[in-house]
């Protein structure tokens, strides 16, 4: 399928203020911002370009005949179904690199707000509370030096929170699939094959890698049984990359020290779950990819990628 002459892009998420950023570049293309996923379905039958992430349902390929190309706003892409898409002649893009320095910002963020126990400051805050100094070591704070991190997904984010860690005297090991790339920041780079060998290395896990059947559960009863004492859990990537069910199990038992969360098998994490009580958890809600500036990078690639589309080529991020 062909970009019509006179396109209609849709802009679709309930927060983002992309249709105001792109009207902003006077491009004289048409397009309208779908607040609501009831909204988009009304304009599925006239739209030609699709922005959009958590609206998606993949019973509305069926329904846009006239889409060509879905740029998604967020790195991950599991909620479209790529063979109806490719059956469909319709391309699909991801927004993959977009926030890795935000993701690996926050990843260092939540690391340091362990090891500085800035959790407990800011509840001791809210009391009034000034606590005083503690005999017991176990119970100061401490840095991230000398500290071994294994990141578990070294792509762009992995690599450049690989080399933050770095900065601050962490040993990195890296994970991923392909050993040739990206590794310049790591210590050591591993293939996914190794895992098993590697849990117990580590101080503290970082997870960044993409969702796939592959990376599902990865993280099960097997690997917490394999960390060594004091060890943290950081995730980054998607809520089923961790077996949630040992996870709590670990938390609960000490096999695992903390964990840093910011993403969850349901969102929103739903105010019964017991994450929410345990105090050796950090959770927040699935923001570690935001940074003010986010609207005007995924309208970057969707200009790139319109022109792409006009020229019969490959288009930056291509999935489908």
């Known amino acids: ?46 739209l030609d370009v699709l922005v959009v992430s958590g609206f998606w349902r993949n019973a509305f390929a069926a329904r846009a005949r006239r889409l060509v190309y879905i740029q998604s706003i967020s790195a991950g892409t599991e909620q479209f179904d790529c063979t109806t898409l490719a059956a469909r002649g319709i391309r699909l893009a ?21 090891a500085r126990r800035l959790a407990e400051a800011v509840r001791n805050q809210d009391r009034r509370l000034w606590r005083g100094m503690t005999p017991d070591p176990a119970q100061r704070e401490d840095t991230l030096t000398g500290r071994t ?14 080399t933050l860690a770095r900065a601050f005297g962490m040993r990195v090991i890296g994970v991923r699939r ?22 117990g290395k580590a101080d503290i ?7 796939t059947p592959e990376t599902t559960g990865l993280v099960d009863e097997a690997a ?8 943290g859990l950081v995730n ?12 709590l199990d670990a938390l609960r038992t000490g096999r695992l020290a903390w964990a840093a969360l910011d993403v969850f098998a349901e969102e929103p994490l739903p105010a019964e779950h017991p994450l929410w009580a345990m105090p050796n958890v950090l959770i927040t809600p699935h923001c570690a990819g935001e940074f003010r500036g986010y609207e005007d990078a995924v309208i970057d690639l969707l200009v790139e990628n319109l022109a792409r589309l006009r020229r019969g080529e490959p288009l930056i991020n291509q999935i489908v």
């Open 1 to 46: 399928m062909s970009l019509a002459d006179d396109p209609l892009i849709v802009f679709a998420h309930g927060a983002y203020q992309l249709s105001e950023r792109f009207a902003a570049r006077r491009t004289g293309l048409r397009f309208v911002a779908a607040r609501t996923r009831e909204e988009l379905e009304r304009l599925l039958p006239d």
């Open 94 to 114: 991801s927004a993959q690199g977009v926030n890795a320095e935000a993701v690996a910002q926050h990843g260092m963020a939540m690391m340091l707000a362990i």
């Open 149 to 162: 991190l294994l990141i578990v997904g070294y792509g762009r984010i992995g690599a450049r929170l690989g």
């Open 178 to 199: 392909t050993l040739s790339a990206n590794g310049g920041s790591a210590d050591e780079m591993h293939s996914f094959s190794a895992l098993s060998d590697l849990w």
């Open 205 to 211: 896990i970082a997870l960044t890698c993409a969702l």
């Open 224 to 231: 917490f049984r394999a960390l060594r004492r004091g060890a």
């Open 236 to 247: 980054l990537a998607r809520g089923r990359v961790v077996d949630e069910a040992a996870l």
